[in-house]
């Protein structure tokens, strides 16, 4: 579907799940997760950036976050979790790539992450110029390694009514272990519980204004040090 920004996502119509804001798709991952993260300022500054993503869904998050480490000439290590990696025709479809300015990196990225025998096997590494990705197709929650020395953490799961177990305070502490001090869990989610449990679990929690024609506010965590 186009949302209102222009830029597209996808809706499953039998759960009516979204991966994006209808608002605007492009819109919300600039903000919530490239600018409330501080990635975006850090990758202008030309600084190597630790991202972990929980949902790499369509690709968005990672494809606008690579764009800005290609612009910022920056070292970008980015890992993101998918237990359900879309089938190429539908990623294709999007075309993502169009959003940018580095085309050529978006081609290889999709060559390589659309004819990778090695998803099959749960997991991709690749680099492309100074952005490297390592896509991991197990779900996230099965999982005991995860990168550490993180800046920040894009947690884009589904609702926590949806998927509780992507909420939950067990995964909470172990994404408080892997950040850096300073860095930060951004999200969509304001749910008083939510805040309340990562404040319990060490993150100083801020609500944040949300983006422009979207959710009113959202959330930045941060690790406190
Ligand atoms: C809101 S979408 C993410 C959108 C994405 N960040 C983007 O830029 O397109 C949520 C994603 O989380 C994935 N997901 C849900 N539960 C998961 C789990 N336990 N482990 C890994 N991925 C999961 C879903 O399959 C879905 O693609």
New binding site residues.
Partial sequence: MVTDDGSRTLLDSDSSLA??SESGALAE?RHVYLDNSGVNQRLQQGKVTRVL??????????WLTASAACRGKAQLDYTS????LMPATVLAQLNHGEIGECQPAYDRFSTLILDSPDLATGELSCRVDSVSLNLVTR???DTTKLPGALDAV?H???SPEA?P??WSQELFVRLFGQLKPQGRLVTYCVKSSIQRLLGHVGFEVSKKKGPPGGKREVLVATRPG
């Fill in positions: 991966w994006h991952s993503e929980i949902g790499f869904g369509t690709g968005l998050c990672f979790f998918e237990h359900r779900d996230v929650t894009f884009d799961p589904f998927t177990e992507m």
